[in-house]
């Protein structure tokens, strides 16, 4: 993803697949605001929150690998 610098309590990820990742991350009960053919919208939330939200898009098939490892990372820490 190409995230760009926020003044909110919320990142923008633009992608071309919106719709797709949108039904995926509700379906996962992730809740985002979507906005088809766009990107999403997701809000910088509790450390839980934030923690499922990286879990479940690093299941999601469209994702580079790095955003993989930036969600292990995190799971790691946490346990710490």
Same mark, same amino acid.
């Given at each position: =993803? #190409?995230?760009?610098? @926020? #003044? &909110?309590? =919320?990142?923008? /990820?633009?992608? @071309?697949? &919106? +719709? +797709? /990742?949108?039904?995926y991350l509700i379906q996962r009960k992730v809740i985002i605001r979507g906005f088809p053919g766009e990107g999403i919208r997701v809000t910088i939330a509790t450390p839980e929150e934030n923690t499922q939200f990286l879990n479940v898009i690093a299941d999601y098939p469209a994702i580079r690998?790095?955003?993989?490892?930036? &969600?292990?990372?995190a799971n790691r820490y946490k346990k710490l």
């Open positions: =993803f #190409q995230v760009d610098n @926020s #003044q &909110a309590n =919320f990142v923008w /990820l633009p992608r @071309s697949d &919106a +719709q +797709q /990742l949108i039904d690998p790095e955003i993989k490892r930036k &969600a292990h990372y």
